[in-house]
């Protein structure tokens, strides 16, 4: 075991503040990794505040953060696919059984013994796991993943779970060129299902409730944007997408979603809105139409999206940020103000 400086939230109304936390030496088959960068997610607010108490209670102290890039400082000594001075990056994951039929298709996050990366049981140290609002992090070497050199880190961070949320649906559901693609919400997730939506091809419909969002949309590649709250608008689209990505948490109508599919189209969602859906189901029903979720992707998938990245040069829109400003981050966030998503600069752990 050794000793590494983190940042952690010691209640659900404590502000994350300056700690020493308690890391596992590296197993044979582990990668520690000098944390560079850690983007700030909605769940780690969510998280550090037990909102989520019901369906996974927070375990005190916790330190968030699952976008996590870094520098490969040691190696086990039986890891074949890092080197000492590789950059490398986590995700939401951090180890499954290996051994369930999920597992065994490449669907790591469908297992049904995920360990995540902070605030779950943790098999080496008995503790809970800790995220990456750190100065490093030590993760068997199958949930590690390769970073493209041209990228940069700080807008690499959030691919590890804002940019796996939207990929992976785009890519199950078969988004190519000669396709019609709606993203719905121009936020931390909306902003990069553009990007790969544009990237892979298709042609970009941007859904959104602010006029003001359209200069933008089309900067980061849409082709269109249609104002939600403008029916006639909405009209000119109906029964034409093949496929539609809700990003949108908020309270919104579904069913004028599903009425902008063609036939065999799909509605998914990426977003999870508190209050339960109402479906009419005959917007289903006519036009063979489906609603589908999706979370993040599996290890194989995460690493072909980062590579997609570095082959099309994609990154998320990041505000950098030192970790002492985290708190107020999250008030920010609490506002959507931020575009699109804080990454913390780790170096400023240092000085904390």
């Not at 998280?47 to 040691?74: D, F, L």
């Not at 009209?235 to 990505?245: Q, R």
């Not at 985290?326 to 913390?344: G, H, Q, T, W």
Request: proline share 5%; glycine share 10%; hydrophobic share 40%.
């Amino acid at each position: 075991m050794y000793n590494a400086k983190a940042f952690s939230a010691a209640s659900a109304t404590s502000p994350l503040a300056s700690t020493t936390i308690v890391r596992r030496d590296p197993t044979d088959t582990d990668v520690q990794m000098e944390i560079l960068f850690c983007g700030i997610c909605h769940s780690d607010l969510h998280q550090a505040r037990n909102e989520w108490s019901g369906a996974m209670p927070t375990v005190y102290p916790c330190v968030p953060g699952h976008e996590i890039v870094g520098r490969v400082t040691k190696i086990g000594s039986a890891v074949t696919k890092f080197k000492t001075g590789d950059l490398a990056a986590v995700g939401c994951m951090v180890d499954s059984d290996g051994t369930c039929p999920e597992c065994k298709d490449g669907l790591e996050q469908f297992c049904p013994n995920l360990t995540l990366t902070y605030n779950f049981p943790d098999k080496h140290t008995g503790g809970v796991t800790y995220g990456g609002y750190s100065d490093s992090v030590v993760v068997d070497e199958r949930f590690v993943l390769r970073v493209p050199t041209n990228l940069d880190l700080a807008g690499v961070a959030p691919l590890l779970c804002a940019g796996i949320t939207t990929f992976s649906p785009l890519h199950h559901w078969g988004v190519t060129k000669g396709k019609k693609v709606g993203i719905v919400g121009l936020g931390g997730l909306g902003h990069m299902g553009v990007k790969f939506a544009h990237a892979l091809g298709a042609h970009v419909v941007l859904f959104t409730t602010s006029p003001n969002k359209k200069e933008d949309a089309l900067r980061l590649g849409a082709d269109e944007v249609v104002i939600s709250k403008n029916a006639d608008e909405m009209a000119k689209h109906a029964g034409s997408f093949d496929f539609i990505l809700d990003c949108v948490s908020a309270e919104h109508d579904m069913n004028a979603l599903l009425g902008l599919l063609r036939r065999d189209g799909n509605l998914c969602l990426v977003g999870a809105p508190e209050k339960p859906l109402s479906i009419a189901a005959f917007g289903l029903l006519f036009g063979r139409r489906s609603l589908s979720g999706s979370p993040i992707g599996g290890i194989a998938e995460t690493q072909e999206m980062l590579d997609f990245c570095g082959k099309h040069n994609i990154t998320a829109d990041v505000e950098v940020i030192p970790i002492q400003k985290v708190n107020e981050a999250y008030e920010r966030l609490l506002k959507s103000d931020v575009k699109y998503r804080f990454s913390i600069d780790m170096a400023s752990l240092k000085s904390a």
